[in-house]
């Protein structure tokens, strides 16, 4: 018995439930992490509006509704299946990315650890579908005859309760969702942004022409006042940057983005660019605000 135990194989392929829930580590870190999917699916479908409902820091409850091209019933079960995606189909395409998202995963991550409720429809169709799944499995499919796409994501972490253990207070996860939802909006200003949490409204951001107009949108008049902006290009690059004028400095690191491509990131090199260009102008422990958008 003990030479069997020996011969027997120790490698071996996971279930797919346990892959996606290793994949939703990756993927969903807390409920700011699932917002962050949907919002940018929403984007990839062509939206002009896109509206979240939070419920106690998304814990509960996060819902993102789109105007976009929807999904039929094929469709909408298939997005829910590991690296399914309508954003890639040959190696090729790797290397000309032009969506938020590519890889497929983050749906089948995210309803691996939560109860989602997919409703669905493309447009100028009559037709449409309604998918509920509670930890990765298909409990009902159903016609519900809708437009765009509405996403519900309910009880996060219902099934890894240790992961649960380690979200934050309410107030702590609605900052990062309100975050998020501000960097997406202030990179995608062609779009329509609605945030309500625990059914009052958080943010509301109407279709702006411009970087600088949705920055209005979202910090006020008065900030716009205290910045100044430039556009330039460069073979193969163009920005678009706006950044403190005078001498309206502030005491942290606040109001400080980077996008690359419509993406929010974070790259010290850039950064320091930016403080050597104040070098001499920014008093000790004050911090420029600059807001800088490159298309690559």
């Known amino acids: 018995m003990l030479l069997l135990h020996y011969l027997m194989p120790l490698i071996k392929v996971l279930p797919l439930e346990l892959r996606n829930k290793i994949a939703a580590g990756?993927?969903?870190?807390?409920?700011?992490?699932?917002?962050?999917?949907?919002?940018?699916?929403?984007?990839?479908?062509?939206?002009?509006?896109?509206?979240?409902?939070?419920?106690?820091?998304?814990?509960?409850?996060?819902?993102?509704?789109?105007?976009?091209?929807?999904?039929?019933?094929?469709?909408?079960?298939?997005?829910?299946?590991?690296?399914?995606?309508?954003?890639?189909?040959?190696?090729?395409?790797?290397?000309?990315?032009?969506?938020?998202?590519?890889?497929?995963?983050?749906?089948?991550?995210?309803?691996?650890?939560?109860?989602?409720?997919?409703?669905?429809?493309?447009?100028?169709?009559?037709?449409?579908?309604?998918?509920?799944?509670?930890?990765?499995?298909?409990?009902?499919?159903?016609?519900?005859?809708?437009?765009g796409t509405t996403i519900e994501v309910r009880d996060i972490f219902f099934n890894t309760p240790a992961r649960k253990k380690f979200l934050k207070s309410n107030s702590t996860e609605l900052f990062h969702i309100i975050d998020t939802v501000t960097k997406e909006a202030l990179s995608h200003w062609g779009i329509a942004f609605r945030l309500t949490s625990d059914h009052k409204e958080t943010i509301t951001l109407p279709l702006a022409s411009g970087p600088k107009e949705r920055i209005m949108q979202v910090y006020g008049e008065e900030f716009l006042d205290d910045i100044t902006g430039v556009d330039t290009e460069a073979a193969g690059l163009k920005m678009a940057a706006f950044f403190t004028k005078g001498d309206s400095f502030r005491n942290m690191k606040s109001h400080q983005y980077l996008f690359v491509n419509r993406r929010p990131i974070k790259d010290q090199s850039i950064s320091h660019a930016v403080y050597k260009a104040y070098e001499g102008i920014v008093p000790r422990d004050k911090h420029p605000v600059f807001f800088l958008f490159l298309d690559i």
Request: net charge negative; hydrophobic share 35%.
């Open 26 to 147: 990756e993927v969903v870190e807390r409920p700011a992490s699932v917002v962050k999917e949907l919002i940018e699916n929403s984007i990839d479908a062509g939206s002009t509006y896109i509206k979240v409902d939070i419920l106690y820091g998304g814990k509960r409850l996060m819902r993102v509704s789109d105007n976009g091209t929807g999904m039929d019933r094929e469709d909408a079960l298939l997005c829910f299946e590991q690296h399914a995606t309508s954003k890639l189909s040959t190696e090729d395409d790797l290397f000309n990315i032009k969506t938020m998202g590519f890889r497929g995963e983050a749906l089948p991550s995210i309803a691996s650890v939560s109860k989602v409720t997919i409703t669905t429809g493309t447009k100028g169709s009559s037709s449409g579908v309604s998918i509920v799944i509670s930890g990765g499995e298909v409990k009902e499919v159903k016609d519900a005859p809708s437009t």
